[in-house]
């Protein structure tokens, strides 16, 4: 079975909802994690813009990357940057794509703006994610 490893900063927003969309379109034919480089909590907001596609991230949680997983991983997908150059080194077996999508954490305005860059940032791991199938 092949398995996928979602990995950001600390592991609270992007990498999050990229393993609540893997969940939903590869289901069981993939192991499925995501993991950051330090945790940082799961975000509020990224659990509310899930729940409005239907998707329960709810009883996730902030986890460091398991050098095992990472090392017996197909595809490892770092969604910043500071992931992708900070990230442990790889076998050359494994396969990387780097998706460099802006932080919503750090998004500043309304709450309503701030939700606005929460649901483009989820829209856009989505349509990445659905790429894989």
């Not at 997983?69 to 780097?98: E, F």
Request: charged content about 20%; some cysteine.
């Amino acid at each position: 079975m092949p398995q996928i490893y979602f990995l950001c900063t600390g592991n609270s927003c992007r990498s999050q909802m990229a393993e609540g969309f893997a969940r939903q379109y590869l289901g069981q034919q993939w192991r499925i994690a995501s993991a950051g480089i330090e945790t940082h909590g799961l975000n509020p907001r990224a659990v509310q813009v899930m729940a409005e596609k239907g998707i329960d991230i709810g009883q996730y949680h902030s986890k460091l990357i398991d050098i095992d997983y990472l090392n017996s991983s197909d595809l490892v997908v770092t969604l910043c940057g500071d992931a992708r150059d900070r990230c442990p080194v790889t076998p050359p077996t494994v396969k990387k794509q780097h998706w460099p999508l802006p932080d919503p954490a750090q998004a500043q305005g309304s709450e309503a703006e701030i939700l606005t860059v929460f649901r483009q940032v989820r829209d856009e791991i989505e349509r990445r994610v659905q790429a894989l199938v």
